[in-house]
T-cell receptor
Framework: AAGVIQSPRHLIKEKRETATLKCYPI?????VYWYQQGPGQDPQFLIS???????DKGSIPDRFSAQQFSDYHSELNMSSLELGDSALYFC??????????FGSGTRLTVV | KQEVTQIPAALSVPEGENLVLNCSFT??????LQWFRQDPGKGLTSLLL?????REQTSGRLNASLDKSSGRSTLYIAASQPGDSATYLC????????????FGSGTQLTVLP
């Protein structure tokens, strides 16, 4: 079965650079979520999209933005990167009656 | 605001033991509860999903129970194996569409050969 696909798997950026993370949800899933997981921490919700419209916003910095496109893939754009942005970034998709399916994540390292 | 707590934070057991991981949540108005497994530096793998109307779910050696009224869930692992070593996270989903999960901090399980 198709899973949630995230790219790239690993990303190294310098401070103040910009990064774009991509997510391809499971077909027919209507909601996409982005989470950030710092070292030794539980995942923290950033933002979600329901049927391509932003639905909820969590602890997402103003330097970050996200959108969902007509083909349902989503991108998380991160600008003016800081050392503290180094983390695992997960995308997940779901249908209301079903559980979440998470992607394998993108490991972002800011140097 | 929903808070999810997992006890213990870490657990080490010898191979073959049965064990129970605990999860509690403060707001009983949940849509469902999901247990995940996470290996170091890896993604989250869904283990079991329990809808709010269900009491338990089973998959192989895993059994998860849900007592919504008391705000508790347990994950029972039978005949533990070294390959079960990982961090186990529970997460609750509130009612309504497009609602994000609230995660517990996880239980780090080590099964010793």
């Amino acid at each position: 079965a198709a899973g949630v696909i995230q790219s790239p798997r690993h990303l190294i950026k310098e401070k103040r650079e910009t990064a774009t993370l991509k997510c391809y949800p499971i077909p027919r899933h209507d909601t996409v979520y982005w989470y950030q997981q710092g070292p030794g921490q539980d995942p923290q919700f950033l933002i979600s999209f329901y049927e391509k419209m932003q639905s909820d916003k969590g602890s997402i910095p103003d330097r970050f933005s996200a959108q969902q496109f007509s083909d349902y893939h989503s991108e998380l754009n991160m600008s003016s990167l800081e050392l503290g942005d180094s983390a695992l970034y997960f995308c997940a998709s779901s249908l209301i009656s079903y559980g979440y399916t998470f992607g394998s994540g993108t490991r972002l390292t800011v140097v | 605001k929903q808070e999810v707590t997992q006890i213990p934070a870490a657990l080490s057991v010898p191979e073959g033991e049965n064990l129970v991981l605990n999860c509690s949540f403060t707001d009983s108005a949940i849509y469902n509860l999901q247990w995940f497994r996470q290996d170091p530096g890896k993604g989250l793998t869904s283990l079991l999903l329990i809808q709010s109307s269900q009491r338990e779910q089973t998959s192989g050696r895993l059994n998860a129970s849900l007592d919504k009224s008391s705000g508790r869930s347990t994950l029972y692992i039978a005949a533990s194996q070294p390959g079960d070593s990982a961090t186990y996270l529970c997460a609750v989903r509130p009612p309504g569409s497009a609602r994000q999960l609230t995660f517990g901090s996880g239980t780090q399980l080590t099964v010793l050969p």
